[in-house]
């Protein structure tokens, strides 16, 4: 905890720096004359650091430390936290801005974006109680996204008693304002990530399993076509087909699509109104995994050997493929190469001469007769002839050159032997 808190104090006083740096005036600016009190915004800067360090000191002197010490630092919580550039920005406003004492020419300011909170003017930033941040000092790139112009374009001043920039009667200054906002989307974001730690799995086989979990409707989806396409259900095929080729020869296949997403949305919808009625129950939606068997380093170390060999073996396969791949583009296997030219030009002109719903159809009745008695053995002969054609396609030629070292290696201490030798005496 101590080198935590440690960190924590440097990582404020890093970010304080990059704070002046990119959200306060350049030194030696001659427009801080302008704007009363800007001088001193630097030091506001730096004394807003030293609280929160000193806070930080506190809190660890009476042992009250209960989170990450690095969120209780100001500057270095603000530079990753969601929409802690708009904080940064309403605090730069707070510490540097000012009435103005002087005029000023506008042809010197030309960065930065309008605020239409002061009247008369369209190039500046204007705190709550009326105080200037010069167009001039919004250096930094966080002024034009789209969060910090939708923040100060929403903002507007309203007649309330304002006694100073830090207080105000029945509002919220625009410190409080940007940090009530940073702290809503900080927590969306932490609920977010603790789901996605929660659902974080430790372990090969536990991964696994989750993953099988959830593309299980996937796997029921792709059983139950596989049952229609085998014809184990008749009654079911035979309606599944009809419904296709209408489909097919009534040109209704440009609804699909459309008539899917529509499906789609209202599900999620007929969902969401049973969810919020309670007719779901608590468990749904919740995914059930069975822990695995207790097991020992020697058979962790197995199961990861067991798993990387899986993995290599997988990519062995696909480096084979791609490589035969290449030979075919290449031309390395010439007469492999023409018969696949010959198969594509003879698919592209059967593409434009015949319309594209009888090839669909054609390919739906051969996908639906595969797996029937009159055409099971041509289909295995068909395949294995293609097998055969697949496994004569040589890999492309694969080299692999030594390994060179870029660096020199490092030459032995002369010095070490006569060091040796004067111990020795």
């Known amino acids: 905890m101590r080198r935590d808190v440690w960190h924590a104090f440097i990582s404020e006083v890093i970010s304080l720096h990059e704070f002046i740096r990119e959200y306060g005036p350049a030194d030696g600016d001659k427009s801080l004359s ?8 630097k030091m506001r800067a730096i004394t807003s650091a030293i609280n929160c360090i000193t806070r930080l000191q506190t809190l660890q002197f009476i ?10 630092g100001q500057f270095s919580y603000l530079r990753n936290a969601p929409h802690g550039d708009v904080v940064c920005q309403t605090l730069a406003v707070s510490f540097w801005g000012g009435s103005l004492v002087s005029k000023f020419s506008e042809s010197d300011h030309l960065l930065g974006i309008p605020s239409d ?18 167009k001039k000092w919004m250096r930094s790139p ?64 536990s991964n696994i399993d989750l993953f099988k979990e959830l593309v299980l409707p996937l796997s029921i989806v792709a059983n139950f076509f596989d049952k229609l396409r ?18 097919i020869f009534r040109n209704m296949l440009s609804y699909i699509f459309p008539m899917t997403l529509m499906v789609a949305a209202v599900t999620l919808l007929l969902l969401k109104g049973l969810k919020e009625q309670g007719r779901l129950g608590r468990s749904f939606g919740k995914v059930t995994v069975h822990d695995q068997p207790p097991s020992n380093t020697i058979q962790k170390i197995i199961a990861v050997k067991e798993a990387m060999l ?5 990519l062995q396969s696909l480096n084979v493929t791609l490589l035969k791949i290449r030979t075919i583009v290449l031309s390395g296997q010439p007469q492999i190469t023409t018969e696949i030219a010959l198969v594509l030009l003879a698919s592209a002109t059967t593409l434009l001469l015949v319309p594209f719903r009888y090839i669909l159809a054609f390919f739906l009745m051969d996908l639906f007769t595969r ?14 002839f293609l097998k055969e054609r697949w496994d004569t396609i040589p890999a492309a030629r694969v080299v692999v050159l030594p390994y060179e070292s870029g660096a020199e290696t490092p030459s032995p201490n002369p010095n070490k032997k006569t060091n040796k030798q004067g111990n020795q005496k």
């Open 310 to 314: 899986d993995l290599e073996n997988y």
């Open 117 to 134: 909170n002061i009247p008369g003017s369209r190039s500046h930033v204007s705190d709550i109680d009326g105080s200037i941040y010069l």
């Open 230 to 247: 085998r014809w184990k259900e008749p009654h079911l095929t035979v309606s599944f087909l009809a419904f296709a080729y209408t489909l």
């Open 34 to 41: 302008h704007v009363y009190g800007s001088h001193r915004g």
């Open 63 to 72: 042992k009250k430390l209960t989170e990450d010490p690095i969120k209780l």
């Open 142 to 205: 966080s002024w034009a996204s789209s969060t910090s112009v939708t923040f100060w374009k929403n903002i507007s001043v309203r007649p309330e008693l304002v006694l100073s920039k830090h207080f105000v009667v029945a509002d919220k200054t625009l410190v409080e304002k940007a940090s009530k906002l940073c702290k809503e989307k900080s927590q969306v974001v932490e609920k977010t990530q603790a789901t996605i730690n929660a659902a974080t799995l430790k372990g090969i086989p």
């Open 371 to 384: 797996e029937l008695e009159f055409r099971r053995e041509t289909v295995k002969k068909f395949m294995s």
